[in-house]
């Protein structure tokens, strides 16, 4: 077979005659070119059917096997010619695509890895602080504050003054760690009752129990801190609780004021309800220089009016 030539290779015919008398005809054709490393097929299918038993008889000849026949006669049956190129991929595109494919996977493979090691960094960075349980921490510090019990300070007005020192009968070297203390104003229970704002949740992030920072402190094993009321400071029962902070702002330890049950070396705070002394002054002082004035002018508009 020469190059840019056309052989016929196969031709077939086939009539046949259905019962009902209508005429079919099923003609096919194939042609096979061969140009450089170009392939044609070509192949056209020429079907006229007048009724559906011829239909199904062509069914039953060919057993479905060519697409094109089986799809004979359908709205969307393929062309009547189709031209297929088939170009066979050289040696070098085989290599260049293998190599694009090796380097797609090292892409991924880099991505995911970085991808892996930055969720390992996040979770080192959030996961010491992010899992801290106050019934994990060990209560090392005493802890006493000025107030008596049952005491109502003021907001605004009255100071505390905070004592905490190591317990001694702690093993040597139980605060080689220790950092900082944290000490904080916290509700007691009767004062959370009903309050979700105040709820205690052991998960130290969650827990709303001491709200109120009063001063954070080096560490030492004694310490001594004063603390005013803030004018913020709801009217509510508290007490006292301070937190062994280590180097990365982690608490460790604590201690507090009160028993393990907060039932003891209670305190009350009064908190500003908005109306002071003063202000209960001021406004009497307008009041009166008001209704002096009012009677001023009416007397003044009465003379006025006589003249």
């Given at each position: ?186 509700y007691a229970p009767v004062s959370q009752t009903d309050r979700g704002w105040r709820k205690t949740d052991d998960h130290l992030k969650k827990d709303k129990t001491c709200q109120f920072k009063m001063a954070t402190r080096p560490y030492a094993a004694t310490g001594t801190v004063t ?81």
């Amino acid at each position: 077979m020469n190059h840019g030539t056309t052989k016929d290779l196969c031709r077939v015919v086939s009539t046949f005659v259905p019962k009902t008398g209508h005429h079919t005809t099923v003609e096919s054709s194939a042609t096979l070119q061969h140009h450089s490393d170009v392939v044609q097929d070509t192949a056209s299918v020429h079907l006229e059917f007048t009724d559906n038993d011829s239909f199904r008889k062509i069914d039953a000849l060919f057993g479905c096997s060519n697409p094109v026949i089986c799809h004979a006669g359908n709205s969307t049956s393929p062309p009547r010619e189709r031209l297929f190129k088939k170009t066979a991929p050289s040696i070098s595109g085989k290599e260049d695509l293998h190599l694009l494919l090796q380097q797609e996977t090292n892409t991924m493979a880099a991505l995911l890895s970085n991808q892996v090691a930055a969720l390992l960094l996040l979770l080192c960075y959030i996961g010491p602080s992010a899992a801290v349980l106050f019934s994990s921490l060990p209560q090392t510090l005493r802890v006493t504050a000025s107030p008596s019990p049952g005491q109502v300070l003021h907001a605004g007005v009255d100071e505390i003054t905070v004592t905490w020192a190591l317990n001694q009968s702690l093993p040597a070297g139980t605060d080689s760690g220790y950092k900082k203390v944290k000490v904080t104003l916290c509700y007691a229970p009767v004062s959370q009752t009903d309050r979700g704002w105040r709820k205690t949740d052991d998960h130290l992030k969650k827990d709303k129990t001491c709200q109120f920072k009063m001063a954070t402190r080096p560490y030492a094993a004694t310490g001594t801190v004063t603390y005013t009321v803030e004018r913020s400071i709801p009217t509510a029962t508290f007490f006292v609780r301070a937190y062994v902070l280590d180097a990365s702002d982690t608490e460790v330890a604590y201690g507090q004021s009160t028993d393990p049950k907060k039932t003891t070396n209670l305190f009350d705070i009064a908190g500003i309800t908005g109306r002071h002394a003063s202000l209960d002054i001021a406004a009497a002082c307008f009041s009166a220089f008001s209704i002096g004035a009012l009677a001023f002018f009416f007397v003044i508009e009465k003379r006025k009016a006589k003249k």
